[in-house]
């Protein structure tokens, strides 16, 4: 597997730009394919081809993955909360997008098609109690209807295809590099608004626990399950941990500005008020071991959002919606190979 030529969707992101840089240290060709939405051109690591286009397009798909040996699909619209109101878009690039490129998989080289799911599938939870792959998957959000009719998609399909396939729930994932909007990444956000010198606003009474994972944790998962010989799996990825919303309010308050005080606002449809990772499943099969601590990682997230470098990604300060629609296909397309 060393060596193969990799396909990162959403490659500009977040997650899916330390990806694609993991990538390319390992020494894998690496192609992204990513609308350039959120993001910006460049979070793209150099080294990695670059195709500026659409996961909805055959065309577009069909480019980006000639002659790939395994396919990360990052590549999402990824507010929850955005999903209620704008459940269309949602679907539209999280479920048809995905089943586009699964259709793209069929006649080419893919042997194994590595989905970026969500806790968002799961039912909410009464406690904060970390819960396993065979929890109740009862989404309470547009985001995670599409999410899990995806990964139902995918499964099947790769399976008739006799591609490997895994499915990496993703918890809370923080780190450097965030793409920030006012509505993913309650982290990120966090200290947004810290270093702005206004409060944390907390939605809710901030009692809601989450598993917040470092992106070098998700990473690593995604390296685990490229490399494992086991040929499907669906896999939570967090660290096992809960922290309540105003655990990490305050927290931040005391590192970033100890005078500050969060302040609350209502609650918001389609939230989980509990959402932590049971991880034995991934641990077991595929040697995964969360190794960053939140309270020592998050020092490194304040800094490189206090240097400024935290500006990499499109910066939202109203709704996002309505600046996200697809760029032509053919809008440009790049190689950054040096
Ligand atoms: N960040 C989290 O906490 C978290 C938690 C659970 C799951 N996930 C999943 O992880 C993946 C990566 O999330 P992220 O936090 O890096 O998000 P992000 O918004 O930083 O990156 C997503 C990328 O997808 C691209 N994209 C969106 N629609 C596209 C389309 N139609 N065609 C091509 N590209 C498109 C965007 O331009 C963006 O660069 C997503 O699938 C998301 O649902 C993230």
Same mark, same amino acid.
């Given at each position: 597997?060393?060596?193969?030529?990799?396909?990162?969707?959403?490659?500009?992101?977040?997650?899916?730009?330390?990806?694609?840089?993991?990538?390319?240290?390992?020494?894998?060709?690496?192609?992204?394919?990513?609308?350039?939405?959120?993001?910006?051109?460049?979070?793209?690591?150099?080294?990695?081809?670059?195709?500026?286009?659409?996961?909805?397009?055959?065309?577009?798909?069909?480019?980006?993955?000639?002659?790939?040996?395994?396919?990360?699909?990052?590549?999402?619209?990824?507010?929850?909360?955005?999903?209620?109101?704008?459940?269309?878009?949602?679907?539209?690039?999280?479920?048809?997008?995905?089943?586009?490129?699964?259709?793209?998989?069929?006649?080419?080289?893919?042997?194994?098609?590595?989905?970026?799911?969500?806790?968002?599938?799961?039912?909410?939870?009464?406690?904060?109690?970390?819960?396993?792959?065979?929890?109740?998957?009862?989404?309470?959000?547009?985001?995670?209807?599409?999410?899990?009719?995806?990964?139902?998609?995918?499964?099947?399909?790769?399976?008739?295809?006799?591609?490997?396939?895994?499915?990496?729930?993703?918890?809370?994932?923080?780190?450097? $590099?965030?793409?920030?909007?006012?509505? @993913?990444? =309650?982290?990120? *956000?966090?200290?947004?608004? &810290? +270093?702005?010198?206004? !409060? %944390?606003?907390?939605?809710?009474? $901030?009692?809601?626990?989450?598993?917040? @994972?470092? =992106?070098?944790? *998700?990473?690593?998962?995604? &390296? +685990?399950?490229?490399? !494992? %010989?086991?040929?499907?799996?669906?896999?939570?990825?967090?660290?096992?941990?809960?922290?309540?919303?105003?655990?990490?309010?305050?927290? &931040?308050?005391?590192?970033?500005? %100890?005078?500050?005080?969060?302040?609350?606002?209502?609650?918001?449809?389609?939230?989980?008020?509990?959402?932590?990772?049971?991880?034995?499943?991934?641990?077991?099969?595929?040697?995964?071991?969360?190794?960053?601590?939140?309270?020592?990682?998050?020092?490194?997230?304040?800094?490189?959002?206090?240097?400024?470098?935290?500006?990499?990604?499109?910066?939202?300060?109203?709704?996002?919606?309505?600046?996200?629609?697809?760029?032509?296909?053919?809008?440009?397309?790049?190689?950054?190979?040096?």
């Amino acid at each position: 597997m060393m060596n193969d030529k990799v396909l990162v969707t959403g490659g500009a992101g977040f997650i899916g730009s330390h990806l694609a840089r993991a990538l390319l240290a390992e020494g894998h060709a690496v192609t992204i394919l990513v609308d350039l939405s959120m993001g910006k051109e460049e979070n793209i690591p150099v080294g990695a081809s670059f195709i500026q286009g659409d996961v909805r397009s055959q065309e577009d798909v069909r480019r980006a993955i000639l002659g790939a040996g395994i396919v990360f699909h990052e590549a999402a619209r990824v507010s929850i909360r955005a999903s209620v109101k704008e459940f269309y878009e949602d679907a539209d690039t999280n479920f048809m997008g995905t089943l586009n490129l699964l259709k793209c998989c069929s006649k080419s080289d893919v042997r194994k098609f590595v989905f970026a799911s969500s806790m968002a599938v799961y039912a909410d939870s009464a406690s904060p109690n970390p819960i396993a792959e065979d929890y109740t998957t009862e989404p309470i959000s547009p985001y995670g209807i599409a999410k899990l009719a995806a990964e139902k998609y995918c499964m099947q399909l790769t399976s008739e295809m006799g591609i490997g396939c895994h499915i990496l729930r993703y918890f809370n994932t923080y780190g450097p $590099g965030q793409t920030y909007t006012p509505y @993913v990444g =309650v982290i990120t *956000i966090f200290i947004r608004q &810290l +270093l702005q010198g206004q !409060s %944390p606003r907390v939605f809710g009474d $901030g009692e809601q626990r989450r598993d917040f @994972v470092h =992106v070098s944790d *998700i990473i690593a998962a995604n &390296l +685990l399950s490229m490399k !494992s %010989p086991l040929a499907r799996g669906i896999f939570n990825v967090g660290t096992g941990k809960a922290t309540s919303v105003n655990d990490i309010a305050s927290l &931040l308050c005391r590192r970033i500005d %100890p005078q500050c005080q969060p302040c609350h606002a209502d609650a918001h449809p389609g939230e989980l008020r509990n959402s932590i990772a049971d991880i034995r499943s991934i641990s077991a099969a595929l040697g995964y071991r969360p190794a960053a601590a939140l309270p020592e990682k998050i020092g490194e997230v304040i800094e490189f959002y206090r240097k400024g470098t935290g500006n990499r990604g499109k910066q939202v300060e109203e709704p996002p919606e309505r600046d996200r629609s697809p760029i032509p296909a053919s809008s440009g397309s790049g190689n950054r190979r040096p």
